[in-house]
């Protein structure tokens, strides 16, 4: 037998439904049955497969142990079973390090589940640390997205109060999001204050005196002969503002096929398989002094660079090297 104290985590919900994620490996059908011939039981009486759960209901399965362990799935589950590359997590907030090449959200059906919303909710929900509740119009999200093809820290907020309060910090600009790429040519350290516009038929960005304030900081961390490795502050958050502000000054991206350089990008193709820009947002920085979340106030988080930005970087290192 077992006894479930059903509390604000698992409230809210049907109760064959709440049976299922107990005991995902029995049929629906048979979860029925049981709750009809009184082998599930709420509150001591018998009850009815839709039921709605409240606070402090309590929940009786009258069939053995060993016949419950059948039908629950034991499995431990972690970050790398969803394919996640978590960096930090608490009970308010999940930093994951995204991939290039991975969707932030689903752009259509065809993304179901294979992008970083829906893989960080099914590992919440598989570490029961969040439950799908029919009534609650709640479900964690991601507080900043980035492009497909870049990569870097992703914030995920698992709670709604949570989820407001950062999406104002993002949105205010209240949050240093720090990016590295490599660029063609010899940077200069400057903060780049172009206005710009969007055309939203070719999805592209472009200088604009008309378009909105863009201000982007940028400063040169290593000379890689032809190239440079570089830092970028985003201070304002327009669309494909680096690639578009890098581009206008003559220090495109590496790789990206709608504002850098063909000739280059060919090279880089051919060589590694490059495709599209080498761009990863590797440090965010909160504020020093915060309201509601204290415990984030001045915390740093860095993320790895994936593996073919550090196989590229480390080639132009060993050539540099060489020529000089």
């Known amino acids: 037998m077992k006894h479930i104290d059903i509390d604000d985590t698992n409230h809210d919900q049907r109760l064959d439904r709440f049976i299922m994620k107990l005991m995902p490996k029995m049929s629906k059908n048979h979860i029925q049955k049981l709750i009809r011939t009184k082998k599930i039981k709420v509150n001591k009486k018998r009850t009815t497969p839709d039921y709605n759960l409240k606070l402090k209901d309590v929940v009786d399965i009258y069939l053995y142990d060993e016949v419950i362990s059948q039908y629950t799935d034991n499995k431990v589950y972690t970050a790398s079973d969803f394919d996640l590359d978590i960096i930090y997590e608490d009970d308010d907030l999940i930093l994951i390090n995204k991939s290039a090449g991975v969707l932030s959200h ?25 439950h799908p509740s029919k009534n609650s119009t709640f479900t964690p999200a991601l507080v900043n997205r980035l492009d497909r093809n870049t990569s870097g820290i992703v914030v995920g907020a698992k709670t709604y109060d949570s989820l407001k309060f950062f999406n104002k910090l993002f949105k205010e600009h209240n949050i240093t999001k720090l990016y590295e790429t490599i660029v063609v040519g010899n940077l200069k350290d400057q903060i780049i204050d172009l206005s710009l516009e969007k055309d939203e038929e070719k999805n592209k960005s472009k200088v ?11 400063w040169k961390v290593e000379s890689l002969g032809d190239y440079s490795l570089v830092n970028v502050d985003l201070l304002t958050g327009r669309t494909h503002q680096i690639r578009t502000h890098l581009s206008y000054i003559d220090n495109p991206i590496i790789g990206d096929k709608k504002y850098g350089d063909r000739e280059v990008n060919k090279k880089f193709k051919q060589k590694y398989g490059l495709n599209f820009q080498l761009l990863h947002s590797y440090k965010l920085v909160f504020p020093d002094e915060m309201q509601d979340y204290k415990k984030y106030e001045s915390m740093v988080f860095e993320s790895k660079r994936d593996e073919l930005f550090t196989k590229i970087l480390n080639d132009l290192e060993k050539t540099n090297d060489k020529d000089n």
Do not use: R
């Open 106 to 130: 689903a752009a259509d059906k065809s993304d179901y589940g294979n992008n970083i919303v829906d893989m960080m909710v099914s590992y919440l929900i598989k570490t029961n640390q969040f």
């Open 208 to 218: 604009d005196s008309d378009g909105k304030e863009s201000k982007t900081k940028v």
